[in-house]
């Protein structure tokens, strides 16, 4: 993972989502400028690795970036505009906690809003390529799994500390038991399409 194409550019902020096709919880976001010349052994899009290897990378990378961020969305909110939109706005929030300001940002995915008039460069599957990305998608991940953890205390039923609230089996039979929590995203339909309320 080499930042071959931007070498033009001395600081370079990462930025990924996690959480998007979730039914409950935020959408999370993390930016992250690496040094250049730093190999991280092992990082790679989060979605590749297990449990144990993203959070044995999360200490690396927490401990060797320049600077990083984690922020969030919650479902209110996300209810409130659209997950996109969301997405982007906890990208940006993640941006905002950035102790550097970066020369140009690269972004996993396809869509992006223009930021403080930085350049960004989108990129498809970028957590796969760009290590900086990866090391965003990395973060985003893991501290969003401790969130639905925590919240999983609160409403057991739901079994997020297994699902982390995407739409599982599982976790949709226990929608349609109990209904909504307050943690849920109303307006993402529910994989079985029956109305809750």
Sequence with gaps: MLFSDFEDYSVIAGCDEAGRGC???PVFAAAVILPLNLEIQGLDDSKKLSEKQRYKLRDVIIDKALSYNVASVDNLEIDA???LKASITAMH???DGL???PEIILVDGNKFYEYNKIPHRCII???GLYSCIAAASVLAKTFRDDYMQQIDKEYPVYLWKQ???YPTQAHTAAIIEYGYSPYHRKTFAVPTQLKLF
Excluded: E, H, Q
């Design 23 to 25: 039914l409950a919880g």
């Design 81 to 83: 505009t659209n997950i």
């Design 93 to 95: 929030r993640a941006l």
């Design 99 to 101: 102790k550097i300001s």
């Design 125 to 127: 599957k970028g957590d």
């Design 163 to 165: 699902n982390k609230g």
